[in-house]
């Protein structure tokens, strides 16, 4: 009897006339996801999706897992498909179930009856499959209020479903459903987790990376597209401009005050930021910034950063505090990669002491001897992209 993989559409159900843009959405994702896992079909009905295996060779604990790191889905599950006769659901449950049955103390059945011409009403079900179960594993129990595991049965339009428990979907808005955006993307901590977590909300992803050679290596770029790649798990490919720093860093280092250099760089890095992302149709830049954090994301200096662009810039992890951005960055595998230890431009030229109280006026009065505008048209021309997936 076959076997496939149900899935429980997150907040889509609340979202009224979108739900279909939303659904087929969430559809074209699971099909980029799975497109190696073997051959199978997708389908939806009734706010649940349905991936059925077509051929032996389908791998279902790579598809699971795959399908864990999809944004927009609530819940997931394997089942059994089997056809909707009352003995056929019985044989059923006690054969397929047997595992996990052998594994618990006590179970629930629910059973849920889609199809209404079915002639057993849904306790009906529920009762016949748990006399069943528990005639055939003389241990079990039956508990309702706190169950160690929960038997559902749904009886739907073609056939009858039966499964154990279910596991946690990766929840958010399915990727593209809001949009595009460009990450900042450097070697740390922060902005990987940045990335993932506006991901999570629907945007598709852009990235771009200053890189400084010879100061930074081809290691430390080879990091930041190795962090990209983990990204990219959970939102598909992301292309990534890789963007030469080094004029531009040592112009500033030659002619601006001391004390200003990170600054003016964040304000040269958003310029270009903004232009690249614009031309590539995002709607917003995305940064790993969290306040206070250094001595560049005070209010001050966030304030004379984002006075340089017009388009949104969204700091997702401003209020999170370090502790809190590294148990993400385990739970999407980043964590190790960033705590590689290579250069980012950032660190190359830092301060002795870095302004503390910045201000517009006196960023500007820092900057003049720059010619900006020549210094980001030969940024960008010197651009070069490639795609992370
Ligand atoms: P991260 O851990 O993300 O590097 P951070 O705490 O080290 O952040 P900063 O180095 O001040 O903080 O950088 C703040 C933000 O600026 C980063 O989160 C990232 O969005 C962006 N950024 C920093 N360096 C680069 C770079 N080389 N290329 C692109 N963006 C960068
Ligand atoms: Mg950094």
């Known amino acids: 009897m076959k076997e496939i993989i149900l899935i429980k559409n997150g907040e889509l159900a609340l979202k009224g006339l979108n739900r279909n843009v939303f659904e087929d959405t969430l559809i074209k994702n699971l099909k980029v996801a799975l497109q190696n896992c073997g051959e199978h079909t997708i389908r939806k009905a009734q706010s649940t999706i349905y991936i059925e295996p077509s051929s032996e060779d389908f791998d279902f604990d790579e598809a699971l897992d795959r399908v864990s790191k999809v944004f927009g889905i609530a819940a997931f599950s394997r089942a059994r498909v089997c056809e909707k006769d009352i003995d056929s659901i019985l044989t059923n449950a006690c054969e397929y179930l047997k595992e996990t049955m052998q594994s618990v103390k006590t179970f629930k059945v629910e059973a ?3 199809d209404k011409r079915f002639p057993l009403k849904s306790p009906e079900i529920s009762a016949r499959v748990g006399a069943a179960l528990l005639s055939n594993y003389h241990h079990l129990k039956v508990d309702v209020h706190n169950p160690d595991v929960i038997v559902t049965v749904e009886v739907r339009d073609y056939a009858a479903y039966i499964r154990a428990g279910q596991l ?15 990450i900042l993307i450097s070697g740390g901590i922060d902005s990987p987790v940045a990335a993932w977590t506006m991901a999570k909300r629907g945007l598709k992803l852009d990235a771009i990376h200053f890189a400084s050679p010879p100061y930074t290596s081809p290691r430390a770029e080879q990091k930041v597209k190795t962090l ?3 990204v990219a798990l959970y939102c598909g490919t992301i292309k990534l401009a890789i963007v030469p720093f080094t004029e531009i860093q040592e112009k500033i280092a030659e002619v601006c005050p ?3 250099f990170t600054l003016i760089m964040r304000r040269m890095m958003m310029r270009i930021a903004e232009k690249i992302a614009a031309y590539h149709k995002c709607g917003a830049l995305i940064t790993g910034e969290s ?3 250094v001595a560049s994301q005070t209010l001050p200096a966030i304030g004379v950063t984002d006075a340089v662009t017009k388009m949104p810039v969204l700091r997702p992890l401003i209020g999170s505090d370090k502790e809190e ?10 964590f190790e990669t960033s705590c590689l230890p290579y250069e980012d431009c950032c660190t190359v030229f830092t301060p002795k002491h870095p302004k503390t109280r910045p201000t517009i006026a006196l960023c500007e009065e820092a900057e003049a001897a720059l010619n900006i505008d020549e210094l980001i048209k030969k940024a960008i021309e010197e651009t070069k992209f490639v795609f992370i997936d």
Do not use: M, N
């Open 325 to 334: 951005i590294i148990k993400i960055s385990r739970k999407i595998d980043t």
């Open 112 to 114: 849920k009856r889609a």
């Open 258 to 260: 001391e004390e200003y």
């Open 168 to 182: 946690h979907g990766a929840g958010g808005l399915p990727v593209g459903t809001a949009g595009k955006a460009a």
């Open 228 to 230: 990209l790649s983990k």
């Open 291 to 293: 306040l206070g954090q």
